[in-house]
Structure formats: C-alpha cells, structure tokens
T-cell receptor
Framework: EVQLVESGGGLVQPGGSLRLSCVVS????????MNWVRQAPGKGLEWTSY????????YYADSVRGRFTISRDNAKNSVYLQMNSLRDDDTAVYYC????????????WGQGTLITVSS | QSVLTQPPSVSGAPGQRVTISCTGT?????????VNWYQQVPGMAPKVLIY???NRPSGVPDRFSASRSGTSASLAITGLQAEDEADYYC?????????FGGGTKLTVL
C-alpha cells in the first residue's frame, strides 16, 4: 500500500513562510500526479495545487496563486509546498494526495500536517 | 468554474438508506468531468469511496453506491451502520481546478 507522509507544519506568524514536504513510498512515484488539499478547522476540503509527474504542468487555486509554489523531486519521491505571505485564513491541515493520470480523483492521501498562522 | 452544493447534514437510523446529493456539477458537450465521493471520519484523512461517478475502489462495501445525471450526482448508503457516521464530500474537476462540495455530515441515530 502506498504511504504518504507529510511534514513541515507548525505555527507561523502572518506574512511568514513555511515549506511542507510529502514523501511517497512508491517506486513508480513519477507516474503519480501530486496535489495539496487543505482543510481549515471545522471546514470542508479545498484543493490548492497540482503538479504532474514531470513538473511540466502546475495549477493553483485562486486563493493561493502567487503565494504558494508546488514542486517535486522525483529522485527523493517527494513533493513540496512552499508557502509565502501566509495569512490567518491559510490555517488548516494540509494533505498531500496522489492522482492517477487520466483520472480526476485523489486516490491516496497522507495523514496531514497542521499549519497555524497566528501572531 | 463549477460549484458543488451538498446538504450540510443528513441522518438515518441503523439499517436505513440515506442519500446525499451533489448539485451543480459541470455538464459540457466536450469532456465529461466525473464526480467522485470521499468519506472522512473525524480526525482522519479523507478516503475515496466512489470514483468516476459510480465506481467503488476495492475494499469499499457495496452498501455504498452513486449515480450521476447531468448536473447532479448522488451518493446512497444502504444498511446504515454506526461506523458510517462521518463527513462525505463530492468532488469534480473544471477549468484546471479540482473542486469539492461543502461536505455533508452523516449522523447515525
């Protein structure tokens, strides 16, 4: 079974930066399209960013475009989310999730890492 | 861009059948954007229940089923069990964005 393990969460002040990591235990990592989905406390799920296997296609939600950057290192089976100019409403659990090419659903999820933006 | 609307809550007694609607899914003459459903038990990560409108991943009980018609979709749970108490989300894709419904809290009475 594929495992996804996120790290890098914590408390950060408004305007600050944080980098999340997600390691995937899958030998064919390059075949997976990777996403970050977040969930604010007591709220629903919100997709934030996507990157394809070769880092050729990258998409962002309007709410994070220009502030967040998704990237991946296939040699390390890892995907990252660089978050800058953080705001209070970025407070959430951030999940990394895999997507199989040709489909539009997230088939595997990590356990999530909590980001709290507060002064 | 599509907006997906779900009822905030539904409830049912053990053994009953409940349905959760998801309206506003994109309907275009070009590529068809499938609807997917996730279950999220409190404190846990979401898990895919249904993908491609009607397909169950291996391991998901056949008590869970879904349908889709035009701009709406529906998740049905039969033989309700206490362990089904969770939040349920529909999800689709539109214009380079992956979109989730607001979620429905299922309470087993």
């Amino acid at each position: 079974e594929v495992q996804l393990v996120e790290s890098g969460g914590g408390l950060v002040q408004p305007g600050g930066s944080l980098r999340l990591s997600c390691v995937v235990s899958e030998l064919t990592f390059t075949t997976y399209e990777m996403n970050w989905v977040r969930q604010a406390p007591g709220k629903g799920l919100e997709w934030t960013s996507y990157i394809d296997g070769g880092s050729s296609y990258i998409y962002y939600a309007d709410s994070v475009r220009g502030r967040f950057t998704i990237s991946r290192d296939n040699a390390k089976n890892s995907v990252y989310l660089q978050m800058n100019s953080l705001r209070d409403d970025d407070t959430a659990v951030y999940y990394c999730a895999t997507k199989v090419p040709g489909t539009n659903y997230f088939n595997q999820w990590g356990q999530g890492t909590l980001i709290t933006v507060s002064s | 861009q599509s907006v997906l609307t779900q009822p905030p809550s539904v409830s049912g007694a053990p053994g009953q059948r409940v349905t959760i609607s998801c309206t506003g899914t994109s309907s275009k003459s070009g590529p068809v954007y499938h609807v997917n459903w996730y279950q999220q038990v409190p404190g846990m990560a979401p898990k895919v229940l249904i993908y491609g409108d009607t397909n169950r991943p291996s391991g998901v009980p056949d008590r869970f089923s879904a349908s889709r018609s035009g701009t709406s979709a529906s998740l049905a749970i039969t033989g309700l069990q206490a362990e089904d108490e969770a939040d349920y989300y529909c999800q689709s894709f539109d214009s380079g964005h992956w979109v989730f419904g607001g979620g429905t809290k299922l309470t087993v009475l």
